[in-house]
């Protein structure tokens, strides 16, 4: 099976650990780079992203952060064919079917868009 090959000697759990962690790590780069204010929370290969300056640790914060740069920020990255959860509530999810290549474009992905706001 293809998909698997990806995981080479690397559990499920190790791989989305991996990947998340190189998402993680980018977007925090990309988004300094660029003076972009985010949050960046992850839990292995879930994660989500808010435009603001403060912890998220509840509905009460999350709602504090920006929803309008938020959607532009997923409008720009649909123009680069990177489709994530249209609300600012949402989770990002890594599955085994993503590639390093998959992560490489969206990092750069990523940091056009950032380059853009």
């Not at 977007?27 to 292995?44: C, G, M, T």
């Not at 123009?79 to 993503?98: D, N, Q, R, V």
Request: aromatic share 12%; charged share 25%.
């Amino acid at each position: 099976i293809a998909t698997l090959e990806v995981l080479s000697n690397k559990s499920l759990y190790q791989q989305m650990e991996l990947y998340g962690k190189q998402l993680e790590e980018g977007i925090l780069q990309a988004a300094k780079k660029h003076h972009q204010e985010i949050i960046l929370n992850r839990f292995v290969g879930a994660f989500t992203i808010y435009f603001g300056s403060h912890a998220i640790e509840n509905y009460e914060d999350a709602k504090q952060t920006d929803g309008e740069k938020f959607a532009k920020f997923f409008k720009l990255l649909l123009e680069e064919k990177i489709l994530i959860a249209p609300s600012k509530y949402e989770a990002w999810f890594l599955t085994i079917a993503h590639s390093n290549n998959d992560i490489t474009q969206t990092l750069h992905a990523i940091d056009r868009v950032f380059s853009m706001l």
